[in-house]
């Protein structure tokens, strides 16, 4: 099985030629990822957008997706800069990235993990200055995710199990009889995450995005996420959900 990412691409107003259009990165990382075995599986593009983080709505859903999808192993971009053109702005951000366990890989820079003394140097400044936590924050607070979570809402994305509807969730039947098939087969039947999985792709039973297939760190996400109890888990954090439990 093909490691899975997803990809990021970014242009502003302006120095386009230095930047590439959004179709020349977009067929760097195809070629990248075709280079290295890996699966792109899902696209986020800025085109055209200059400014800070909460200007970004592409990577606005970009650190969503990935708090909710726990298999993805990491983001693929063309250049560091098409995540920001600020030093501080990018080491941020990949700090923030392997906060959820994600790696970078950009297709002109080999080595992000970085032995370079210089950036090891700047990622230790980063535990010093508050600026770039503010912009997180910033940039949470433009979608209303806290004050969502805080009053029980969903902070956004999809969740299997559940439709969204204007911040709410809602139990898709469908979806939760296999939610409570998989707490079944791992509670009685003693089954693990990757043979749980292989039952449900032999059976053709389709995940959340239909195309594709289920995976033993997807089920293993579903059997510890509190939200199918009733609870919402953001930021290291649970709080009581508006929502209905599909495990009791």
């Not at 899975?4 to 120095?15: Q, V």
């Not at 940039?139 to 809402?153: D, E, I, P, Y």
């Not at 409570?180 to 039952?199: D, E, G, N, V």
Request: one cysteine or more.
């Amino acid at each position: 099985m093909r490691p899975r990412y997803i990809a990021y691409c970014r242009t502003s107003t302006d120095n386009q030629r230095d930047e590439k259009t959004i179709d020349l990165q977009v067929n760097d990382l195809m070629k990248f990822a075709e280079k290295h075995d890996l699966e792109i599986i899902e696209w986020f593009k800025d085109d055209g957008i200059s400014g800070g983080l909460e200007n970004r709505p592409a990577l606005l859903r970009m650190m969503k997706f990935l708090e909710t999808e726990m298999d993805i192993k990491g983001v693929i971009i063309y250049k560091l800069d098409r995540l920001a053109r600020d030093l501080y702005i990018q080491e941020g951000l990949i700090k923030e990235l392997t906060k959820l366990g994600k790696e970078v890989l950009s297709t002109l820079e080999p080595d992000l993990g970085s032995n370079d003394p210089f950036r090891k140097a700047f990622r230790q400044m980063l535990g010093v200055f508050a600026e770039f936590e503010k912009a997180m924050i910033t940039l949470r607070m433009k979608n209303g995710r806290n004050s969502a979570v805080a009053k029980g809402g969903w902070h956004g994305g999809q969740i299997y199990g559940y439709d969204t509807r204007n911040g709410q969730l809602f139990i898709n039947e469908n979806e939760a009889l296999i939610v409570r098939r998989i707490y079944h087969l791992k509670r009685y039947m003693r089954s693990t995450p990757s043979k749980i999985a292989k039952i449900l792709n032999k059976e053709n039973i389709p995940t959340k995005r239909k195309t594709t297939k289920w995976h033993s760190l997807t089920i293993r996400n579903i059997l510890t996420n509190p939200i199918y109890r009733g609870t919402i888990r953001y930021n290291n954090q649970n709080y009581h959900g508006r929502h209905q439990s599909i495990i009791s």
